[in-house]
């Protein structure tokens, strides 16, 4: 495998990762604007942890989600797949470390590193993978409320928070999709090569003189 696709891959994982560790703390995974006068206007955002409001003196109110199996069941599944995600990621760089190339980890076996690379691509896919359901649950749920005539309560948009959610799912996704397909175990231009043994000299004496030349001469023709 090439080291420029192994580095490039990992440093598309890695961002991806931090990204996902930005995204999960985010408050802003939608936002609503009550309207009214300037006094009264305030914006309400939440993600999956929190709800908070500020009104338009800068003043913010949070308030954490009170009980966990109260919410709604797309919110738990976003926490669980959301958290599914930094553990794969973190997994999937670990593995992706130890069978690059340019790494000195794990010897010099490369065929070995390459396997381990390629577990450190499905970890990477399985990262973008979660994060890409667990974003596009949530906005799909922010969707559907909002175009809903008869939903009474109160209608959210997307926040910033989902944008790089998906972001990170993109990167974590290509970065995985490069590791996979790019380690190969055996390549045409790597060949396994095979030592050369050139055949014994005392064997080869061996086969000469244990052969009997024939001779059309008796003994009485040499003087």
């Known amino acids: 495998m090439n080291a420029t696709v ?56 949070c308030r954490d ?31 992706t470390l130890v069978g690059m190339k340019c790494s000195k980890i794990g010897g010099e076996n490369y065929v070995l590193k390459g396997r381990i690379a390629a577990v450190g691509g499905v970890l990477f896919l399985l990262q973008g993978i979660c994060t890409m359901i667990a974003i596009s649950w949530y906005a799909a749920n922010i969707t559907q409320q909002f175009f809903d005539d008869f939903y009474a309560g109160t209608k959210y948009e997307i926040g910033e928070g989902l ?22 175990l055996n390549s045409p231009r790597e060949k396994t090569p095979y030592p050369y043994q050139p055949p014994s000299r005392g064997h080869v004496m061996s086969t000469v003189t244990s052969q009997s030349v024939p001779s059309n001469y008796g003994r009485n023709a040499y003087v």
């Open 163 to 184: 944008y790089i959610g998906w972001s990170s799912a993109v990167l974590a996704l290509c970065g995985g999709a490069c590791l996979t397909c790019a380690c190969k």
């Open 65 to 95: 989600f009170p009980s966990l199996l109260a919410l709604n069941g797309y919110i738990q599944a976003s926490r669980a797949l959301m958290i599914a995600s930094i553990v794969f990621g973190t997994f999937g760089i670990v593995a």
């Open 6 to 61: 192994e580095a490039c891959a990992f440093f598309l994982g890695f961002l991806g990762w931090i990204m996902v560790g930005i995204t999960l703390p985010n408050r802003y995974w939608r936002v609503s604007s009550v309207d009214g006068n300037v006094i009264t206007t305030s914006t309400i955002y939440e993600n999956l942890w929190m709800s908070c409001a500020t009104d338009s003196t800068g003043v913010h109110n």
